[in-house]
């Protein structure tokens, strides 16, 4: 079976990243997150994580804490619609959380979950994680969190039909997370954006130790199309950690947080003008000069100059990459980011029609242009 699963996989994540519709349909200008899934992680038969008293599970913890982030968020939001992958007891599949979110077309995803220690109580706080590899140099998505990424990715293994589901992919395999580093995601600088907006907003506690924002290899946030991040709340195996958790007042607590994060990142979001922004603190966007042929360099002009956009990723390609079939992209970063544009030149008129034929090789791809140091993601 795992013979069949790598040609399949690196189908699917071609596939995948190629098709990802970016930030849902324009029928205005401006973006509007209209649309939040909550998602509580486990559920029914799997119960995630469970503290040593066996008193306390995993599932019981991030159902709670959706519940409560989303009244607050019917009550502070009122235009803002809210679903949860789940809102009792039951199981979910890992697919079927995305499927959920991507059948509705949500602006924004976001998975809870509580962490916890292999070995002893020491480690302790609260983490957030986006899809991807880590741009730490000398970090690859193999090393870091692991452990982490194995359990939360282990749910796979108690569906009855996961061999055929998944394409026989092992989430207790490290090889089958090679490659994960196929994958790309459209939403990757958004997903960034608000995940830092969570760290911010849980800084004040009631756990206060952060760990820190990271991309890895969760497969539910691969599945969705949309901007997404999964956040441990904090350890059930740390007993301070833990106290926090049991607690109704530290969940609401939790739950506010998260809430003042999707305050900020929606005040962010509706106020762009359908454009990809990079973070706040993020250096500015600059095309990087590279020596001919590994990059293409974009036409000479003093202008605006217009392209399609077929990706963002923490990854540097290299522009023989099968993903652009051929094409010589023109690359840009904007932060830790590099964005690759096809198609470029002066003429709309002629880099829309160019849009047409790319559309057909790259669904999900978008019109920008690029003036001195700004890239605009323009209808």
């Not at 994580?49 to 913890?61: L, Q």
């Not at 609260?126 to 452990?147: A, E, P």
């Not at 198609?343 to 003036?371: H, I, M, T």
Request: with cysteine; proline share 6%; charged share 25%.
């Amino acid at each position: 079976m795992k013979s069949l699963f790598r040609p399949v996989l690196v189908l699917w994540a071609v596939l995948l990243s190629a098709s990802i519709v970016p930030y849902g349909a324009f029928a205005q200008d401006r973006l509007k997150l209209s649309t939040i899934v909550i998602d509580p992680g486990h559920g029914g038969h799997d119960a995630g994580c469970i503290s040593a008293d066996k008193k306390t599970y995993e599932k019981n913890i991030a159902l709670d804490i959706a519940k409560r982030l989303s009244q607050k968020i019917n009550e502070s939001l009122p235009g803002v619609k809210v679903v949860l992958t789940r809102s009792n007891d039951t199981f979910v599949t890992l697919s079927g959380r995305a499927d959920i979110a991507n059948e509705i077309g949500a602006d924004l995803f976001i998975s809870i979950h509580v962490n916890a220690q292999a070995k002893g109580t020491s480690a302790s706080g609260y983490s957030i994680h986006c899809l991807g590899q880590s741009s730490v140099k000398g970090n690859d998505l193999f090393s870091k969190n692991l452990d982490l990424c194995k359990r939360e990715n282990s749910v796979i293994l108690l569906e009855d039909d996961y061999q055929t589901r998944y394409q026989g992919f092992d989430p207790s395999d490290p090889q089958s997370y090679i490659l994960f580093s196929l994958m790309q995601n459209a939403h990757l600088e958004h997903s960034l954006v608000f995940a830092e907006d969570v760290a911010n907003a849980m800084k004040g506690g009631p756990i206060t130790k952060s760990r820190g924002v990271s991309q890895d290899p969760f497969w539910v946030l691969w599945r969705t199309t949309m901007p997404s991040v999964l956040v441990e709340v904090g350890f059930m195996t740390n007993p301070n950690d833990l106290q926090t958790l049991r607690s109704p007042e530290g969940r609401d607590r939790i739950a506010g947080n998260l809430l003042k994060a999707i305050q900020t990142f929606k005040k962010r979001y509706d106020n762009s003008t359908a454009t990809t922004s990079a973070p706040e603190k993020a250096a500015k966007p600059e095309v990087k000069p590279a020596p001919e042929p590994v990059v293409e360099a974009a036409p000479a002009t003093s202008g605006i100059i217009y392209g399609v956009q077929v990706l963002a990723t923490s990854k540097k390609m290299n522009p023989s990459d099968p993903f652009f079939k051929g094409y010589t992209p023109i690359e840009v970063q904007v932060g830790k980011l590099y964005k690759y544009i096809l198609g470029a030149g002066e003429d709309l008129a002629a880099v829309r029609k160019k849009k047409k034929e790319l559309d057909q090789k790259f669904p999900g791809c978008f019109l920008v242009s690029k003036e001195g140091e700004t890239i605009t993601r323009i209808r």
